[in-house]
């Protein structure tokens, strides 16, 4: 398991901590915490890291300033080397966001979708290709909704997005699937009756599971 950048200053505790530079690896065989190589600057807070071809991309997330970056970093493995995304290779390039989702939609592909820019909240979605170094605009109107769980479904070939908040900060409790070949976004119906949450993740393992802050879990079978 992989621990990358962050934020370690608390809510009750405002003057304390920081983003951070370090990162971290835990061994299942060891059961120890291993201290893996900084990066140049602070990367990840609230940030993404996908993990493509055996290598993690970070992107987005928050400087040391809490201001949002559009920068991407690639983790090599085994050896864990860090390199910068050069920019410049992509015709096209996301604009800077934190509190986004992105998920692998293939082995040298990534679908990243949504967020906030300051008070801004985002609903574009892109697709980076790990093999050409680009990135592709799929949608710039998908959902006005940020922190929202997202996982990608291999046997439909489609996303599936939960959870989160809107740009009044009321929290979502609906479950949505984003067909980006269609570009269709579709309410399935599926809710949460009572309870909203404004950060979740999801994961796909035959059933859809979204776990949300501090301990809730949620599952969706394939049939919704």
């Not at 983790?75 to 998920?103: M, Q």
């Not at 801004?120 to 109107?141: G, K, R």
Request: hydrophobic share 35%; charged share 15%.
């Amino acid at each position: 398991m992989y621990s990358l950048g962050g934020d370690t200053r608390s809510d009750a505790d405002n003057n304390g901590g920081g983003v951070v530079t370090t990162h971290w690896r835990w061994s299942l065989d060891s059961r120890c915490w291993e201290r893996l190589s900084n990066t140049p600057v602070a990367v990840g807070f609230r940030g993404t890291a996908t993990l493509l071809n055996g290598s993690w991309y970070v992107f987005g997330g928050a400087d040391t300033s809490y201001v949002a970056h559009n920068q991407l970093w690639k983790l090599s493995l085994p050896d864990h080397t860090w390199t910068e995304v050069d920019s410049s290779a992509s015709l096209t390039w996301p604009s800077p966001r934190f509190k986004h989702a992105a998920v692998p939609i293939s082995n040298s592909t990534m679908l990243v979708v949504g967020g906030r820019e300051g008070s801004n909240v985002l609903s574009d979605a892109w697709v980076f290709d790990i093999e050409t170094n680009e990135w592709t605009l799929v949608q710039d109107d998908v959902l006005d909704i940020y922190r929202q769980g997202m996982a990608f479904d291999t046997k439909r070939n489609v996303t599936w997005l939960f959870g989160g908040l809107d740009s009044g900060l009321n929290r979502q409790g609906t479950l949505y699937r984003y067909d980006t070949t269609t570009l269709s976004v579709v309410q399935t119906g599926a809710e949460v009756v009572g309870v909203r949450w404004r950060a979740c993740r999801g994961v796909f393992l035959c059933t859809l599971f979204t776990c949300t802050g501090p301990l809730s879990l949620a599952t969706y079978p394939h049939g919704v």
